[in-house]
């Protein structure tokens, strides 16, 4: 690893596999275990830097239960510690899921791990397991997934016996699943940022170059790139405004063309019946019969007087007496 790896990346890895000694690895069966079982944290959960950081079914349906090899427990045996406790799903030699998530959050192989591998004749290791960005300058960008002699696994009775060659063993692939979703972001970051610098330096040794020569080459190079470049920008620009019309045009005929759909599906709101008879719609008592005909004849007692004595409208009893004082004056 000191060949490929970091100074400090080299001082974790070796910290994580002295504290793999402190543990116990035992391999458990589906039948035996909790998947939903969630670990007890005292305190707050940012104290607790060996807690379980996802349950065991969250790992099984990330990667899969058919491609499931193999399930491991492990348990620290230290006394203040025992109840620290990590499951392992591993899915071929390089691919594996820890409940710590040490590989996802941190880019290295967690101390879970090394202990399993001391055990397993599945899980092996490999420099690819390595996320690029711990990589030395030298070994940036390149692809090391071809490298022999870096996988070691489970001794066994053949392993002693086999030479060199026998040992190159094909390295399998790794599963998505395993790999931080941060590494194709960070390696396109660093390859920007190296190319920046890359750039940076010639452009300085460029211009104490013509400084010194006193000729204008250089500034015509560069404004030459600069034209060139907002030229291309311009068209691209260009090309882009003109889908973008053509798009907004397509889309206010096809609205428009929906509205005069919708307006086709107008019809008149409906009417909600009422409980009830309807108001206009009834029978008449006799008295409101009289008063109509009354109204007809030009008779409305609302409006006019009605006598009692002669049943007349216009006038009333008192018109009457009136008329008999008359006739008694006479």
Known sequence: MEKYLCINTITAIKVEMAQCLYLQATIALFSELDFTQEQEIEGFIEDSYDAQQITLQSIIDEIGKEDVKEIWKICDIRPGKKDHMHYIVISNEISFLCTCLTTISRGIICRHYFRVMMFSKVAGFHISMIPERWYQDVYQGKPLTQET??????????????????????????????????VPIMKKAIEKRKKYGKLWGMACEATLLA???????????LQDYINKKKRNYEMISESNTEIEMEQNHINKSTNISNEFQELGNIQNPLKAKTKGRPPTKRYRSSIEHEKGESSKSGCSSRNTYKCRICGQCGHNAAYHKNDKLKERKQ
């Open 211 to 221: 400084l010194e020569s006193n000729d204008n080459e250089m500034e015509l190079i």
């Open 149 to 182: 002699g870096l996988i070691f696994l489970h001794e066994n009775e053949n392993l002693e016996n086999n030479t060199n060659n026998d040992l190159e063993i094909r390295i399998p692939t790794r599963k998505a699943i395993t790999i931080p979703k941060t």
